[in-house]
């Protein structure tokens, strides 16, 4: 069973403070994709990154980096010196590979709220 | 904006109503999806469809149905329903069944079931 768990519900950090999101993820395919998503208080879900199991450079994409570790089935994301407008939540999710379907299983979010 | 279209976007409705949403994918993705957003279950992924067929099922409701039309939109239908479905409910697209890219979601529809 593929499984991904966001074990921070919610983060509260003061504006231009660093702050990392954890992502564990869980599944017996060799070959998987995960993936970052954003929701700010509007609602939409917003696609930050893309990853597959068989990169594990690590990104960095302005203020934001990801951080891919298969020893520990971990994909983190790291927000550098936070801003207001940072605050939304987060999702972690993931896609095994191959498959008939290309549905993704999401984490349960962790909630950032970055204070002025 | 992400070329999904979902509508409508806020729906209050009664106990044991029907209602329906709909979604019209990217231009040129086969497949659409859809997922339910509540306060304590997350991101649930519900059924996806592609080019007219079902491909995968998750955790639906058999009060649930939907359904994917020749010109690939797609409609959600929630039937004899009750509080606990209120939810946001996601539809994203995909260019391919099995697609190993990033799904495109819409803005939701924000359900409210009293």
């Known amino acids: 069973a593929q499984k991904v768990t966001q074990a921070q519900t919610e983060i509260s950090v003061v504006e231009k403070e660093d702050v990392t999101l954890d992502c564990v993820y869980e599944?017996?395919?060799?070959?998987?994709?995960l993936f970052w998503y954003k929701q700010p208080p509007s609602g939409e879900l917003v696609f930050l990154i893309r990853?597959?199991?068989?990169?594990?450079q690590n990104e960095i994409s302005g203020r934001y980096s990801w951080n891919f570790q298969k020893s520990t089935s971990s994909f983190n994301f790291t927000i550098t010196a936070s801003q207001v407008v940072d605050s939304a939540v987060y999702f972690c999710?993931?896609?095994?590979?191959?498959?008939?379907?290309?549905?993704?299983?999401f984490g349960q979010g962790t909630t950032l709220q970055v204070k002025p | 904006d992400s070329g999904v279209t979902q509508t409508p976007k806020h729906l209050i409705t009664a106990t044991g109503q029907r209602v329906t949403l709909r979604c019209s994918p990217r231009?040129?993705?086969?497949?659409v999806y859809w997922y339910q957003q509540s306060l304590d279950q997350g991101l649930q992924f519900l059924i996806q469809?592609?080019?007219?067929?079902?491909?995968a099922k998750g955790n639906i409701l058999e009060r649930f149905s939907a359904q994917q039309f020749p010109d690939l939109h797609s409609e959600l239908n929630l039937s004899s329903l009750e509080l606990g479905d209120s939810a946001l409910y996601f539809c994203?697209?995909?260019?391919?069944?099995?697609?190993?890219?990033?799904?495109?979601f819409g803005e939701g529809s924000r359900l409210t079931v009293l």
């Open positions: 994203a697209s995909s260019p391919y069944s099995a697609s190993t890219g990033e799904l495109f």
């Open positions: 999710a993931l896609r095994g590979f191959p498959s008939n379907t290309g549905k993704l299983i």
């Open positions: 990853r597959n199991s068989f990169d594990e």
């Open positions: 469809y592609y080019n007219g067929e079902e491909r």
């Open positions: 231009s040129g993705d086969l497949s």
């Open positions: 599944t017996r395919d060799t070959t998987y994709y």
